[in-house]
């Protein structure tokens, strides 16, 4: 008989072994107890640990090896200071809007290794990213190509561009995929050639290349390998074809965050293998390639600490209400998902805990989307104690409707070489009116 796939790890268990936090104790992040970080900062709360961002990034830089460029994809956690810590590190950044281009001037990053990826970028966003000088805008469309070539030309400058590709078929092993078939997404392979030729003969356009970007949380390191190399494949078609050059390849990234019982991690080791098999059949030895990560660099680093406000008992059931919900942490809520399941959570006051009784968790907010887990298995709980949701550092705030309702922000907070120090200030009741002209103030 052939031998069993091992079982995959139980996700509360990989996600605190990454944190650190020592079994038999109260749950800790960064060398910190997070019951006196809630204590110090308030709750609800995201903390976030920059030594395991970078330790992050490490094994992917090793993994992929020193040909590769790792970009952080901002959008996963637009917080200034994640992105800092990844950008000392040696990652460049993927942004897709032209405040998250201001973030990344303000982290420092080179230009040389940003990317602006999206389907539909406005006048500001062209103009702030040729103004900026960015390695390349990924175009998405013919039409986008005519509005980067007309902004470069006001500017005076030649602004690199590389092609999305939308290829025949989506890449397999991913739950959200965004390539194959008709998309919003990238440029149709059988068109991309003749826009190639249109950005190679434009003075204002520099042809960086290509990109694709098929699915996210994709789990197979074998279907990622393969759409690598399809990718490349295409690329050594089209210059052969057309004679024309394409200095990089971006092969995009989506690598799969074990989230849910049943999940197998991403083999990190076995992609890093299957894309230098794929390298060595370049030809061309100075070609520069890309890969864009954010919740696999960031997700792990992450906790989302929320308190017990009240404990009800309805028709049997044990609900714990919580002050924070889906307004902050849509994801976890299930927001953009399929199929609704529970992130993994923990009782702060004892995260190793395997017994206990059925909660179901649910925010303040007055709809009932705003719930993180039905029947969740927790140590008995009292009012006041805290709950922490593992593998939130990515896709947090930044993907939530947290005007909802306008319950305050959350703060943010980064552990940094033995200091915890705010990095977002939470916000105030007061802040539903900001930006809202009232009577007598005069428009701009």
Request: hydrophobic share 40%.
């Amino acid at each position: 008989m052939p031998p069993q796939e091992p079982s995959p790890p139980i996700p509360q268990q990989a996600f605190l072994e990454q944190l650190s936090s020592p079994e038999g104790s109260p749950l800790k992040i960064g060398g910190f107890e997070v019951r006196d970080l809630a204590k110090r900062f308030g709750t609800p709360l995201y903390l976030f640990d920059a030594n395991l961002l970078r330790k992050r990034l490490s094994i992917v830089q090793k993994a992929l090896g020193d040909r590769i460029d790792v970009l952080f994809a901002v959008k996963a956690n637009s917080n200034w200071a994640v992105a800092k810590t990844f950008v000392q590190a040696g990652a460049g950044l993927e942004v897709a809007s032209a405040g998250e281009l201001y973030l990344a001037e303000k982290s420092g990053v080179s230009s040389s290794l940003v990317q602006f990826a999206g389907p539909g970028k406005g006048e500001e966003d062209l103009r702030a990213a040729i103004q900026f000088g960015i390695y390349s805008l990924n175009a998405e469309s013919a039409a986008e190509v005519e509005a980067i070539a007309a902004e470069a030309q006001k500017q005076g400058k030649s602004q690199g561009v590389a092609i999305r590709v939308n290829p025949p078929q989506s890449v397999g092993g991913s739950r959200m995929r965004m390539g194959g078939g008709s998309k919003k997404f990238g440029v149709d392979l059988d068109r991309v050639p003749s826009l190639m030729e249109r950005i190679h003969k434009d003075p204002h356009l520099n042809l960086r290349g290509l990109h694709i970007y098929a699915g996210t949380q994709c789990f197979s390191a074998e279907a990622w390998t393969e759409n690598a190399e399809r990718l490349l494949g295409w690329a050594m078609e089209m210059e052969k074809d057309l004679g024309i050059s394409l200095p990089s390849l971006n092969f995009g990234g989506g690598f799969g965050v074990a989230y849910f019982q049943g999940d197998h991690p991403f083999d990190l080791e076995l992609a890093g293998k299957g894309l230098a098999k794929v390298l060595a059949k370049d030809p061309t030895k100075n070609r520069r390639y890309f890969v864009e990560l954010g919740r696999y660099l960031c997700a792990p680093a992450g906790v989302y600490i929320c308190k017990v406000v009240y404990l009800k008992e309805s028709h049997g059931k044990t609900h714990a209400i919580l002050d924070g919900g889906m307004h902050q942490h849509s994801a976890a809520a299930g927001m953009g998902s399929i199929l609704r399941r529970a992130f993994p959570i923990v009782a702060v006051k004892n995260p190793f805990a395997d017994a206990g009784q059925p909660y179901t968790l649910g925010g303040p907010l007055c709809t009932p989307a705003d719930e993180f887990a039905s029947d969740y298995i927790l140590p008995p709980l009292e009012q006041g104690d805290l709950i922490a949701i593992l593998g939130s550092g990515g896709y947090g705030l930044t993907f939530s409707n947290h005007s909802f309702l306008s319950h305050p922000t959350p703060g943010e907070v980064l552990i940094e070489q033995g200091s915890a120090h705010l990095v977002r200030r939470p916000g105030k009741a007061e802040d539903i009116l900001r930006d809202q002209l009232l009577p007598g103030e005069a428009s701009e």
